[in-house]
């Protein structure tokens, strides 16, 4: 049983999912060795996911609990919809919870130092020079969150046209650092940096944070020139199904952010 786990463990843990899939298509995925999963309180009031009454591990051999019974019955879902193998490929909340345990929990602060950052390269921030239609779509959808940004936090980011890098001003990136302080847990880090990596903006992922945006609504806004473009010519398979794998991991971290909140 010990070394079934530790395989699994291995497999969950590689934050790559290019790796992820190179290691499951080389091993055989494991057989489902349990037969019932259950939610169970942890120390310190958690809850962690049981299988056959014994907690689950992180690949750090760390208990896999969480702060909420709702992200823990998330994981228990994962767990239980798991039929004849186990297949991390289908585990993202469990993916997710690993990273915030073994990664984000020993070092908060280069997480959230790495999601500042990504506020300072905004997606928002820039703009296409043309054509006149998707300068239009840009100022018309993407101004309207960097208005609030401003209104309700403080944050003035400035706008650049093209790929031009613009150092944005001191005063706009302690401003958002003030909004993200709140959520600086393993378990929010974690997904708010999951989604700003997916939507390449910190924006989008703090209006999702203070309800300013559903998550399609900030996936939408991510995807606005991937949209114009495949307006005008197109796209292909591989690239729909590329985006159909990215927007499932979204899905996952907004539920498991979405899981954290007070009911």
Known sequence: MADMRDELA????????VRRAQIQMHKPLPKRFYKDVTVGLASGGDHSVLLDGRPVRTPARNTLSVPTVALAELLSAEWTAQVDVIDPAKMPITRLVNTAIDGVKPDIRAVFDDILNFSGTDLLCYRAEQPEGLVERQSLQWDPILTWAAETFGARFILAEGI????????????YADALRPYATPFGLASLHTITTLTGSALLAMAFAEKRLSAEEAWTLAHLDEDWQIEHWGT?????????????????ATSAFD?????
């Open 10 to 17: 291995n497999a969950l843990s590689n934050a790559d999912p």
């Open 164 to 175: 031009m890098h613009q150092t944005q001003p001191q005063t706009a990136l302690t401003a």
């Open 236 to 252: 292909d398979d591989e690239a729909f199904q590329r985006r159909e794998n990215r927007w499932k991991e979204m899905q996952a």
């Open 259 to 263: 899981a954290l909140r007070p009911l």
